[in-house]
């Protein structure tokens, strides 16, 4: 493991509170008990499932992030994606409709001084009978219309390789480097998910080291199972030295299954605590 001091911070999946079914990935409690348990814990933040921007309470959550003193590490789009919700729609009404909705999603963003990720929601439609580099520079040009006005809000971006369960677009690191080129705007950076990199890679050590100097957000779940870490396979001490290497120094998102119930949270922070060995001071919120 690497001799680097690794200063980072730790957040927790939660679901935005309009978001009517719960992923399992998420804190199993209402957002309001979610923050309070886990701002109880000692996380310093929490990484919001958005289903709906144009419902989404901002004030509501501004107010509970103040009361229970915690950041936003990111608002995610993944239950968009799952709605069908996609960057590459084929259909340009959609798809600008898609883009629109994450413009106010980026509104919120500013409001809460957070980012703004995207996954599965940039290749979720059927794109029957269009190759890989149509539906990329599809993706690519929605992306940019966002970063164009991401960036008049002072919001950066995130892109997630994710594995082929999830989408056939954009898998690896190298792919997400390739549409954040094509892109070709500033503040686009990539998100390395343990899980998946693990599976598109076979290491994720090694998908983190190829992020290089793009590398703007972490997300921890092992593998097999996505359980929480250090149940599975996955080597975290050489992750964390591979971070460390990089000189990264941001968010860590925990995001797996609740293997052990309302434990999870805690044992998660508790393994993860230890190995970064990280200083959690808690930084002024940025929320207006």
């Known amino acids: 493991m690497s001799d680097r001091t690794l200063e980072v911070r730790l957040a927790y999946t939660v679901m935005s509170p309009e ?16 923050l309070r348990r886990l701002a109880a814990i000692g996380y310093d933040g929490v990484e919001l499932q958005v289903g709906s921007p144009r419902d989404f309470p901002v004030q509501q959550v501004a107010d509970l992030l103040r009361e229970h003193g915690l950041a936003i590490s990111a608002l995610a789009t993944g239950p968009m994606g799952a709605q069908g919700a996609s960057l590459c729609d084929p259909d340009p009404e959609r798809r600008q409709q898609v883009v629109a909705d994450l413009q106010v ?32 520079a599809t993706t690519a040009g929605s992306l940019r219309e966002l970063a164009d006005y991401a960036a008049s809000r002072e919001v950066g971006l995130l892109v997630e390789p994710q594995c082929s369960e999830s989408t056939d677009l954009v898998n690896t690191v190298d792919t997400a ?39 703007g957000h972490v997300q921890f779940g092992d593998n097999p199972g996505r359980g929480r870490p250090g149940t599975g396979a996955l080597p975290f001490e050489k992750i964390i030295g591979a971070l460390a290497d990089l000189g990264y120094q941001g968010w860590i998102t925990l995001e797996h299954a609740q293997d052990a119930g309302e434990r999870t949270a ?23």
């Not at 978001?19 to 979610?34: H, K, S, T």
């Not at 980012?115 to 269009?130: C, E, K, L, T, Y």
């Open 266 to 288: 805690e044992l998660s922070f508790d393994y993860v605590n230890r190995l970064t060995s990280a200083t959690h001071t808690k930084e002024p919120q940025h929320v207006r």
């Open 105 to 136: 999603l980026v509104d919120h963003a500013a409001t809460l001084g957070t980012r703004v990720s995207f996954g599965r929601i940039m290749d979720g439609a059927a794109n029957p009978g269009r190759s890989r580099e149509e539906r990329l």
């Open 19 to 34: 978001v009517e079914i719960r992923q399992p990935l998420a804190y199993p409690a209402p957002f309001g008990e979610a």
């Open 177 to 215: 480097l390739e549409l954040i080129a094509g892109v070709g705007r500033p503040h686009i950076d990539v998100i390395a998910d343990t899980f998946h990199l693990d599976l598109t890679h076979g290491s994720a050590e090694q998908g983190i080291r190829a992020s290089g100097d793009r590398l």
